[in-house]
């Protein structure tokens, strides 16, 4: 049962535009919901968080939206850059459980110029 | 933030051997844990090593297969057992600190042949 979903196993943008990587849940105790990117070879780095009591939260070019009602997140990148090519995970918890992390199959971000 | 090593980064093992992976903190932390993430699939909980007691697992993975300790708080190690080709994955080491986000190490990617 995949409680966390990334629907989209790639995504290729061009330099510049706005990159838009999903994510949906099932699991309704989820309240606290992170995104990491990750290059080959190193372990996934940390990007951003939310909280299930906001609906968006922003740090320089990421932005992160959360619609609980629809069970969704959305990571917005603007502008994309070359540099931001990995592979980006959501990963959910329920705060109070020791902080174990449920996590998406992970996009595939390709920036081209 | 936190600064993780893992040993080995890499390795190709033979099928019924074991494999011990350690994970080295520059800090103390209280929760450790262990990931794995299988060709093309999501970072999956294995377990959560805290000092001083049992490590607890997730569904799906016993204490035999994948024994851990955690000497103290900077210090953890995994042992993957009796070997199988179907344990070729990434395992990863992640700490995490109260109301901080979780932190990686670069990972160890097993081959088994």
């Known amino acids: ?27 309704s105790m989820f309240d606290y919901f992170l995104w990491y990117k990750k290059y080959p070879a190193e372990g996934p780095t940390f990007l951003i968080s939310i909280s299930s009591i906001k609906d968006k939260n922003e740090d320089g070019r990421f932005t992160v939206f959360l619609n609980k009602s629809a069970k969704h997140l959305s990571l917005h990148i603007v502008p994309s850059q070359p540099g931001d090519s990995a592979v980006y ?22 920036v081209t110029l | ?33 262990w990931y794995r993430q299988q060709p093309g699939q999501s970072l999956t909980l294995i377990a959560t090593a ?15 297969k994948f024994p851990i300790s955690r000497p103290n708080l900077t210090f953890s190690t995994l042992t993957v057992s009796n070997m199988s080709p179907e344990d070729s994955s990434i395992y990863l080491c992640s700490v995490q600190r109260p109301d901080t986000e979780a932190f990686f190490g670069q990972g160890t990617r097993l081959t088994v042949v």
């Open chain 2, 1 to 33: 933030s936190a600064v993780i090593s893992q040993k080995p980064s890499r390795d190709i093992c033979q099928r019924g051997t074991s494999l011990t992976i350690q994970c080295q903190v520059d800090s103390q932390v209280t929760m450790m844990f």
């Open chain 1, 1 to 27: 049962d995949q409680q966390v979903k990334q629907n989209s196993p790639s995504l290729s943008v061009q330099e510049g535009r706005i990159s838009i990587l999903n994510c949906d849940y099932t699991n």
């Open chain 1, 89 to 110: 995970f959501c990963a959910a918890s329920i705060t109070g459980t020791a902080s174990k992390l449920t996590f998406g199959t992970g996009t595939r971000l390709q």
């Open chain 2, 50 to 64: 805290n000092q001083g007691s049992e490590a607890t697992y997730e569904s799906g993975f016993v204490i035999d």
